[in-house]
């Protein structure tokens, strides 16, 4: 699981986060969410270690892999399906070392964990999860140097998702993928098989791809078991139950907020709507 205990920190002065503490469960998807500049990209830095925290602390499992997509794939002559396959850097290992190896007894245990890792189905995987982001197989024969930043930004995420870190942090994929490659991702993270933490505006996302909500809010993290329109409705709730009597002229019971809220017809796609 992954611990956030009483965390504080600011930039330049301004706290984003004051003794804010939440818990994931190992496995959960989850969308974090709250509005911009309240510091989610900031959190997920801090996850990383890439920020020191001023108080409190993060938590993760010891040998626990966090992925995620810092920036594009670097512009050079190495092709899409290598540069994936580079990703999973415990098979590049061991593939180079296959290649090499002389002793009779590392060639076997090679060839064991080689086979443990599923190695040989990786070029499949890494083909099949270009694909669905949007290249082709003559595509992914090409080179990096071949695409613009928002598509080398695909390659990176292509080559995190087969990566498979143990927790797997997304800032706004959405951004950089077309509605075709977001419907996949959202495909993809439903069948992630470990932890995944995904900032995103997008509703239909959210409503498809986590069953928790991590709510950044006043400088705190609250945890929402569900999906996004769930916490929505929570949150309307809590709101209603908050609000002063006088703001409720219209509606005798603080439960009309609830109501009003509630369930409104869905537009069709592609209208997809911001959350947050
Ligand atoms: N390198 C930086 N220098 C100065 N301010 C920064 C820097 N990075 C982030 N901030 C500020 O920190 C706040 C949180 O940023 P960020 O974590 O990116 O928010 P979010 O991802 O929720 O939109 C913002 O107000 C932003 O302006
Ligand atoms: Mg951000």
């Not at 190495?78 to 290992?93: F, Q």
């Not at 996949?184 to 505006?201: F, G």
């Not at 139950?241 to 409720?248: L, W």
């Amino acid at each position: 699981m992954l611990k956030i205990s009483n965390i504080n920190y600011s930039v330049e002065g301004r706290p984003l986060f004051e003794e804010a503490t939440a818990t994931i469960p190992t496995g959960h998807k989850v969308g974090l969410i709250g509005r911009n500049g309240a510091g989610k990209t900031t959190l997920f830095k801090l996850i990383r270690g890439e920020l020191v925290l001023e108080g409190g602390s993060i938590t993760l499992p010891s040998r626990a892999r966090i992925g995620g997509v810092a920036q594009e794939v670097p512009s050079n002559d190495v092709s899409l399906i290598d540069t994936v396959l580079a990703a999973d850097k415990e098979r590049a290992a061991l593939m180079a070392e296959a290649e090499t190896a002389t002793d009779p007894h590392r060639i076997a245990e090679v060839q064991t964990r080689l086979s443990d890792i599923d190695a040989w189905s990786a070029e499949a995987r890494a083909a099949s999860i270009l694909k669905g982001l949007g290249f082709d197989q003559p595509d992914q024969l090409k080179p990096c140097s071949a695409y613009s930043g928002g598509w080398r930004m695909r390659v990176a995420l292509a080559a995190v998702l087969f990566s498979q870190p143990d927790y797997l942090l997304l800032d706004e994929p959405t951004n950089y993928l077309d509605l075709e490659g977001a419907l996949w991702l959202e495909n993809y993270l439903v069948k992630y098989p470990h932890t995944v933490l995904i900032i995103s505006h997008d509703r239909e996302l959210l409503n498809r791809s986590v069953g928790a909500i991590l709510h950044l809010d006043d400088r705190k993290l609250a945890y929402y078991t569900g999906t996004y329109d769930q916490f929505a409705a929570q949150r309307a709730a809590q709101r209603a139950v908050q609000a002063p009597p006088q703001r409720n002229r219209n509606c005798t019971a603080p439960i009309c907020k609830v109501l009003s809220t509630g369930s409104r017809p869905r537009p069709a796609r592609p209208n997809r709507r911001r959350a947050g």
